[in-house]
């Protein structure tokens, strides 16, 4: 399975990460469990969730995700076969959110706590907090990694002024973020190519994209307005179906059908063949779907698949 370093950082990371915000929502801990034990079966190591998943279901805090996880490590003892990360800053409940170096500091000890580990191999900035210095956030994450709490640092849902402003900073001797996590995929491009895809190449950063199959959009499960209802997920990508959407899932079909492969993945290929991609954000909650999907990994497009989605 190939590996890929995240960044300048020492982390080495699969081509695929598995998105930990099914777990304790869409996946119960057996099925997540099943689904984190066939990951690890397939070859990949990267693991992606926050502290926030998965709050937003009915009787949940937050937390799910990292407690689940947490079970999981210390029931199959494979804490060094993966490359952990979670996020920091999304609001937990009233006044628990943010950058600052105290949040910072209390929001790490309850991710560990619930994550059973003594260490987070990528702690991420989840939401940016423009009420905080970019220094004081890098500067407590510069204390976390020398107390060997932090191995590396990430961002996700930053501006690119405020990435590059924190990127600066880290030029004058604190820790820099390694990682971006945009929103990234076929038919969300623009926004990713013209204001990111410039500041990872010049700084060398690595890149995890979420919504890497465009809320299922880009599985081809979507084609006409009655698709919409198959799922509560329909109606988000009706967006799609109007102009450019239509383009490339018929791009999608050709490709697939050279390569005797699925939508999704020649979706997640593309993203993997992308040279500032380090490794698609990708979830399952089911073995079958996650096997499926994992196949992206070894499907190689050559120029003239890529030359098909311009």
């Not at 961002?155 to 402003?165: D, G, K, M, Q, Y």
Request: proline share 4%.
């Amino acid at each position: 399975m190939e590996r890929r370093k995240l960044g300048n950082s020492e982390l080495e990371v699969s081509t695929l990460c598995f998105g930990g915000n099914v777990f304790g929502w869409t996946a119960d801990q057996n099925t997540s469990f099943r689904l984190l034990d066939t990951f690890i079966d397939l070859g990949f190591n990267f693991i992606d969730t926050a502290d926030v998943y998965s709050r937003w279901v009915p009787g949940n805090q937050g937390g799910e995700s990292e407690t689940i996880i947490g079970n999981w490590l210390k029931n199959t003892k494979k804490r060094d076969k993966i490359v952990l990360a979670t996020k920091v800053g999304s609001e937990m409940g009233p006044g628990q959110k943010g950058l600052s170096k105290d949040y910072v500091r209390k929001a790490v000890e309850a991710s560990l706590r619930r994550l059973q580990t003594d260490y987070i191999d990528l702690y991420q900035s989840h939401y940016d907090d423009l009420s905080t210095p970019v220094e004081e956030t890098l500067q407590v994450y510069a204390d976390l990694i020398a107390e060997g709490k932090v191995r590396v640092i990430g961002a996700s849902n930053f501006s690119p002024e405020r990435l590059r402003e924190a990127l600066e900073a880290s030029e004058r001797g604190l820790p820099r973020y390694e990682s971006l996590q945009p929103e990234y995929n076929l038919v969300e491009r623009e926004h990713y190519e013209k204001n990111f895809e410039p500041i990872v190449e010049q700084y060398k950063i690595g890149v995890i994209s979420y919504y890497s199959l465009a809320s299922g959009f880009l599985s081809g499960k979507y084609r006409t307005e009655a698709d919409l209802k198959k799922s509560p997920r329909g109606e988000g990508v009706r967006k799609y179906l109007e102009g450019r959407g239509r383009d490339v899932l018929a791009s999608l079909d050709k490709v697939a059908e050279k390569h005797n492969a699925t939508p999704a993945q020649v979706s997640l290929a593309w993203l993997i063949a992308r040279p500032s991609v380090t490794a698609p954000i990708v979830s399952a909650t089911s073995i079958e779907q996650l096997e499926d999907i994992a196949k992206a990994a070894s499907l190689k497009l050559d120029e003239s698949d890529l030359a098909a989605f311009g």
